[in-house]
Every structure is written in structure tokens, then in C-alpha cells.
């Protein structure tokens, strides 16, 4: 069993990625760690707590920080909806959260088991970096990190130069690509065009028989409609899922790119930028993997997989 935790935003992307690892029967989720980002961080947390108990699975929930470093918080209800789920007025879950802070968790959990933990991260990096802030050693203790954020290919989904979790917070994606963390940087972009789901494939999905399988397409239909008005998609782009479907699947990614990337912070035009430096002419140290392509098919039949009734 591959052991993974997961740091999460929780909207309605995350919450299908978050059902696919949670139903990788070689994964063993250990916890969810919430940032603010899409939507607050008590929201996020909520759906975080909604979609284990929908799962039915007893996997503690730790909030952590709930605004950038030094950005105004600024979330993204008109693209998931008010509740971050689609405006779908799902019931409150049971359980609680933890009362430990996600960035003391986030520590704690990886000292103890150094180099054999995994990291998910699917909203901005604030927790991650903010952790590495308070115990620089976290990096050699994190076994991989793979990171939904970015675009290697500059086709922002916020801006026209950057993605929306390092837009969010850039500063915090600097540091965390500074860190020594070693990562694998899966961009928005890898989620569009064929990697988008048809309205035939959203139909199939919702239609595979089990509850969790529903709930991924419904709580989404606002952010088709808003992928498709504002960033001209042809269906539903599901950054969160393709990037967590790499990283129960790494063959997933089939085509990629060992290379020195950085942030922008300084410019209004292109905050949270990620500059990737594929030709290597600045002679920077590597850094990151970058993931430059996908299995479509490959990532769709593995979402099936996951959310398909047992």
C-alpha cells in the first residue's frame, strides 16, 4: 500500500479526486489536510467531511491556513458555485475536524514516518509552504509531491499567464518549489481537450450506479457551464482528478520534462506565473518533473474505475 495524504481546497474537482484515492485499492489515504482557496476554509472543509462520509471512510480532516501569505484571499464561488459544490445543498456531514492545525499535522505526520508518506496537493500551496517555514527538514521527509497547479504550457485558467492555485498564492508556490520538496508539477492545461469529459462521458459516469459516481457529475454541472462561458472548454475540466490520477497512475503521464521552474510574484500581469525552464537556458538547477502529457483515455478509464460501484 502506497500511503498519501492529501492537501485540498475541497470544491467539487478536489472532491473527485479525492474519491479516487480514497477507492485506489493500492492507496491508503491517512488524511486530508484543508487550505483556504476555492472557497473558505471552513467550506472546504465541510466538502472535504461531506465527500469521506459519502465514501464512507473514517479518514481524519485538519484545517490549516485560511488565507494567502501575503495575497488577498480571493476565492472561486463563481466558477464552483456558492457552497463550492455546485449549489447542490448536500447535507452537512457528521464528523467533525480535527482539532490539530493541518500545518502541525502535516509535520508531525511526516517525522514520523520520513520518506514513506506521499503528498496530493490540489489547492494553493499555503499549508505546504507554511509547513516548510516551520521545519525546513519536512522536504527530506516527504517521500513525492505531486502538485496540481501551474501551467507549463502558460495557458492560465485565472489569468491568461497563470493557474489559479499559484495565482492564489504565489508566494507559497515559490517556496515550496524552492524547498527541495521532490515534485512533479501537474498543470491545468493537462485537464483540457481530449482530457475534458464529453456530455456522452458525463452521462456514462453518472450513470455507473453508485451514489459517489452521481454526486462527481452534479456537483461539476456549474463548473461546466462557467469552463465552457469563460475558458472556451468543450466540456468538463477536471484539473484536480487528472492531476490525482497521475499520481495513483504515474504511467498516466506520458510524456515529461525534469526541468528548473519558478513563480512570479512581482508582476500584476503575471502573478503566480509558472516560468518553466524546458530548454534550460537559464542553467538553473533542476527542480520539479513536469508533466507535459497525458493518457487521456488512460485517465478517463481510471476515473471510471474508482467511481464505479463495488
Given at each position: 500500500m502506497r500511503r498519501m495524504i492529501i492537501d485540498t481546497d475541497t470544491a467539487s474537482d478536489d472532491a473527485v479526486a479525492i474519491m479516487m484515492a480514497v477507492h485506489s485499492p493500492h492507496i491508503s489515504v491517512e488524511a486530508l489536510t484543508v487550505v483556504a482557496g476555492n472557497v473558505t476554509l471552513e467550506q472546504a472543509s465541510i466538502n472535504a467531511r461531506f465527500t469521506l462520509q459519502l465514501c464512507n471512510k473514517d479518514i481524519p480532516v485538519y484545517l490549516g491556513c485560511d488565507r494567502p501569505w501575503l495575497q488577498t484571499a480571493s476565492t472561486a464561488e463563481w466558477f464552483h458555485g456558492d457552497d463550492g459544490m455546485g449549489?447542490?445543498?448536500?447535507?452537512?456531514?457528521?464528523?467533525?475536524?480535527?482539532?490539530?492545525?493541518?500545518?502541525?499535522?502535516?509535520?508531525?505526520?511526516?517525522?514520523?514516518?520520513?520518506?514513506?508518506?506521499?503528498l496530493v496537493t490540489l489547492g494553493p500551496l499555503t499549508n505546504i509552504a507554511t509547513a516548510l517555514s516551520m521545519e525546513p527538514e519536512l522536504a527530506k521527509w516527504i517521500k513525492h509531491?505531486?502538485?496540481?497547479?501551474?501551467?507549463?504550457?502558460?495557458?492560465?485558467?485565472?489569468?491568461?499567464?497563470?493557474?489559479?492555485?499559484?495565482?492564489?498564492?504565489?508566494?507559497?508556490?515559490?517556496?515550496?518549489?524552492?524547498?527541495?520538496?521532490?515534485?512533479?508539477?501537474?498543470?491545468?492545461?493537462?485537464?483540457?481537450?481530449?482530457?475534458?469529459?464529453?456530455?456522452?462521458?458525463?452521462?456514462?459516469?453518472?450513470?455507473?450506479?453508485?451514489?459517489?459516481?452521481?454526486?462527481?457529475?452534479?456537483?461539476?454541472?456549474?463548473?461546466?457551464?462557467?469552463?465552457?462561458?469563460?475558458?472556451?472548454?468543450?466540456?468538463?475540466?477536471?484539473?484536480?482528478?487528472?492531476?490525482?490520477?497521475?499520481?495513483?497512475?504515474?504511467?498516466?503521464?506520458?510524456?515529461?520534462?525534469?526541468?528548473?521552474?519558478?513563480?512570479?510574484?512581482?508582476?500584476?500581469?503575471?502573478?503566480?506565473?509558472?516560468?518553466?525552464?524546458?530548454?534550460?537556458?537559464?542553467?538553473?538547477?533542476?527542480?520539479?518533473?513536469?508533466c507535459l502529457e497525458i493518457d487521456s483515455a488512460a485517465w478517463k478509464a481510471l476515473l471510471r474505475n474508482c467511481l464505479h460501484d463495488a
Open positions: 449549489n447542490m445543498n448536500y447535507p452537512a456531514p457528521q464528523k467533525a475536524a480535527s482539532k490539530t492545525h493541518a500545518v502541525n499535522a502535516l509535520i508531525e505526520r511526516f517525522q514520523q514516518a520520513p520518506g514513506d508518506i506521499e509531491c505531486y502538485v496540481m497547479g501551474g501551467a507549463a504550457a502558460t495557458l492560465g485558467n485565472v489569468t491568461p499567464a497563470a493557474e489559479y492555485n499559484f495565482w492564489c498564492d504565489p508566494e507559497a508556490a515559490r517556496k515550496v518549489l524552492q524547498s527541495g520538496v521532490p515534485l512533479t508539477l501537474l498543470g491545468w492545461e493537462l485537464s483540457c481537450d481530449d482530457a475534458a469529459l464529453s456530455d456522452g462521458e458525463m452521462e456514462q459516469i453518472s450513470n455507473l450506479g453508485s451514489e459517489r459516481a452521481k454526486v462527481a457529475i452534479d456537483c461539476n454541472r456549474s463548473a461546466v457551464v462557467a469552463s465552457r462561458e469563460l475558458q472556451a472548454q468543450s466540456g468538463m475540466a477536471l484539473a484536480d482528478p487528472v492531476a490525482m490520477a497521475v499520481a495513483i497512475d504515474p504511467s498516466i503521464s506520458i510524456k515529461q520534462k525534469t526541468c528548473f521552474v519558478d513563480i512570479e510574484t512581482q508582476s500584476d500581469m503575471t502573478r503566480g506565473m509558472s516560468v518553466v525552464d524546458l530548454n534550460h537556458v537559464l542553467g538553473r538547477e533542476h527542480n520539479a518533473t513536469v
